[in-house]
């Protein structure tokens, strides 16, 4: 079956602009994690789904990212007013369920932010 | 907050057995996941340890020990391409996952 997919696979954009990256997970996996990865660097919880709603918001490293889920299914990543420092992979990843469960990643959606 | 620390690189020769140490705070994690990951590729799941001891699948085996905040990842018979950044990341008990810095293996022929 199909796993994980993400789009774009990569977005380059100016300092200022909103962006909006995809990610469709594996057909009935509940749970959905973003993460980021810079350069060199491990990976950056961002934000993780059980079905439509976020327990945990913590991780989103400011307030212009933003995330939503619909539908227990496509998830979005909002990053507004991007800065230079929002560079990085975005990598998103689904799990049948929520903790102690393989966690599936796609591709990543690589930023460049100018 | 929830550290882990990993060793930043290792080297190891084929053939050879390497393993890679996994340290973290005692009071979170409900289990260890292991993740391989290529360079410009997304992670793959290898192993997740909730249990104490040594679990064995082909070359790869994992260990975790709970109540000293350690887990090691035991690679054999090391092939060119095991050559990677290894992931120990904590499962905080399903609300989020705390990922280390990874260790990047080379493996020299």
């Known amino acids: 079956g199909a796993g994980v997919s993400q789009s774009p696979s990569n977005k380059v954009t100016e300092k200022g602009k909103d962006v909006e990256l995809r990610c469709d997970p594996i057909?009935?996996?509940?749970?959905l994690y973003w993460y980021r990865q810079s350069l060199g660097q491990g990976l950056e919880f961002l934000i993780y789904f059980q079905g439509n709603s976020a327990p945990d918001k913590s991780g989103l490293p400011s307030d212009r990212f933003s995330a939503e889920r619909t539908g227990g299914s496509v998830s979005t990543l909002t990053i507004q007013r991007t800065q230079q420092e929002d560079s990085a992979v975005y990598l998103c990843?689904?799990?049948?369920?929520?903790?102690?469960?393989?966690?599936?990643f796609g591709p990543g959606t690589r930023l460049t932010v100018l | 907050g929830q550290n882990i620390d990993q060793p930043t690189e290792m080297t190891a020769t084929e053939g050879a057995i390497v393993q890679i140490n996994c340290t973290y705070q005692t009071s979170g994690f409900n289990g260890l996941f292991w993740y391989q990951q290529h360079a410009g590729e997304a992670p793959t799941f290898l192993s997740y340890?909730?249990?104490?001891g040594l679990e064995e699948k082909g070359r790869f085996s994992s260990f975790l020990s709970r109540s000293k905040g350690y887990s090691y990842l035991l690679l054999k018979e090391l092939q060119m391409k095991d050559s990677a950044s290894y992931l120990c990341a904590g499962d905080n008990y399903g609300q989020n996952f705390v990922f280390g810095p990874g260790t990047r293996l080379s493996v020299l022929p």
């Open positions: 340890n909730v249990l104490d």
């Open positions: 990843a689904s799990s049948g369920l929520a903790g102690g469960d393989t966690q599936y």
């Open positions: 057909s009935g996996h509940t749970a």
